[in-house]
């Protein structure tokens, strides 16, 4: 049974004063049933790793370079990413694609480095309103997840997150039926590509516009094994609860 992830990412939100949220989460999951990250951004992610070490939530990089080291001013390689205590990375969010032009091509070799450097990589996918309305999701999704993801992917370094950009940030949710297409077509991708054992161990995420109110009926849906957060995370009276939503779903028979 894979075990059930709420990873939330705080995107370019965050001060010191921030960390307290980290706290909060950390006493109100003291053991949770579920695997808890939270990828805060750069300038605090050493002192998030302090502030949570020995408690059960881990913390990730929103990305990382695809060299180790060198004249990338601005940049952050995944072993430094490790090297401050991260476990994971978030990589090909929609939002790097299209404000650093980061192509498929680009966070394969992104996550070929993250994962060479033990971190857990949480490869983004999703389509846009007009790919949607074109009926073109599955064929956007479908490139994108072969191209994107590594051959050196497994069940234990690989997390897809499917999130349709037209619901980040915006409130707008797809039907219980469109998140299960797509996560059922995920699915069934990389059960071809990997076989059916890594294929199905491989942990999938869905995000965008995830909140306390919708989460349990997300969890719900086929092949969902979690949920990648934006907004909702940066507060742990936001995120608790859906931290908690899955904890529920987790104790339920896994589905797909
Ligand atoms: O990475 C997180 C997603 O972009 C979702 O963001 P959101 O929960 O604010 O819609």
Redesign the pocket.
Known sequence: MRRKMAAG?W?MNGLRSSLDELEALAGAHPDPACDVLICPPATLLALAADRCAGTAIRVGGQTCHMNVEGPHTGDISAQMLRDVGANAV?LG?S?RRADHEESSEDVRMLAQMAQAAGLQTIICVGESQFQREATNTLDIIGAQLSLSIPDSSTGENLVVAY?PIW???TGQVPTSDQIGEVHDFIRARLEQRFGFGVGKSVRLLY????KAANAQEIFDISNVDGA?????SLSAKDFSPIIAALEAAATEPAEG
């Open positions: 990412n995107k978030i969010h939002e999130e619901a980040i940030g995000g965008g516009s995830v990648l957060v934006g907004g909702a």
